[in-house]
């Protein structure tokens, strides 16, 4: 019904791309302690993966990232955890140089103990490319992603985008797009059915906001991975549904 098994990979004990579609619940608070707190709430809801939302801390000192990080994983046990810097350009609240998300990124790699790392395709491509390197020697899966959070895209467009996120050399390949209508949720659906045949990784597809809910319930269907729900009523991007109904929604539709 779902994913083909040319597209799956495993991390830990979990299988990425597989027949189920992945629940992954976002961890976006301001400070280091306040997110470890939401992490372990979050675990409360048993996701499949948690992401943790690194550019929403304002905590000064982000060396002790790599540490929450490692915190989060002990309360996490064998859950994947995916980092992600998201810039302002692309939705998030990072307005970090390059240079800096590196030099982050860098110490992420090497010393927590994180299974997926997000890398935004639009950011300095010489920097990305040395990011994905280091991941590659330290066992970490990288995330190609791309956002927009003003519109969708034509269909060749998204699927390109999410082909070069392969091309890259990424693990997994991610989208999210703001839809003005039906008709661009259609578009990402189809481009999602399109990918499934198309590339060789899992990938990632959602259509955001109101009228895009029904991709974070049901692109699974069409070859999307992991769908994004929320756990404390505070979703990291908009349109998000709780993480309950989301598996209520999710058996329906996977039974
Ligand atoms: O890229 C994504 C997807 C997302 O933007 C969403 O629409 O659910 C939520 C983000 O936290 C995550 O990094």
Not at 26 to 31: G, K, L
Not at 50 to 65: C, G, L, P
Not at 95 to 122: A, V
Request: charged share 25%.
């Amino acid at each position: 019904m779902n994913n083909s098994n040319k597209s799956s990979i495993m991390i830990r004990n979990t299988k990425l791309g597989g027949k189920h579609t992945l629940i992954c619940v976002p961890i976006m608070e301001d400070t280091i302690r306040e997110s470890i707190l939401a992490c372990e709430r979050a675990a409360l809801f048993n996701p499949d993966v948690v992401e943790a939302r690194i550019d929403k801390i304002v905590d000064t000192d982000k060396d002790i990232i790599p540490s929450m990080l490692l915190n989060m994983r002990k309360l996490l046990g064998d859950k994947p955890l995916i980092a992600t810097y998201r810039s302002v350009t692309e939705g998030g609240w990072g307005n970090m140089p390059p240079r800096e998300i590196y030099e982050l990124y860098k110490e992420i790699i090497e010393e927590s103990d994180i299974d997926i790392l997000d890398i935004e395709m639009s950011m300095d491509r010489k920097v990305v490319m040395e990011l994905q390197q280091l991941c590659r020697q330290k066992g970490v899966k990288v995330m190609f992603s791309h956002h927009n959070f003003e519109d969708t895209p034509d269909e060749p467009e998204i699927l390109s985008i999410l082909k070069e996120g392969e091309r890259l050399g990424g693990d997994i390949s991610k989208i999210a797009l703001m839809p003005n209508n039906g008709k661009d949720v259609l578009k990402l659906l189809n481009a999602t059915y399109a990918a499934k045949t198309e590339l060789s990784i899992p990938f990632v597809a959602i259509s955001m906001g109101k009228k895009g809910k029904i991709s974070r319930m049901g692109a699974g269907v069409f070859g999307s991975a992991i769908t994004f729900a929320q756990a404390d009523h505070n979703p990291s991007a908009p349109g998000q549904i709780s993480i309950q109904e989301m598996r209520v929604i999710l058996n329906c539709l996977e039974e």
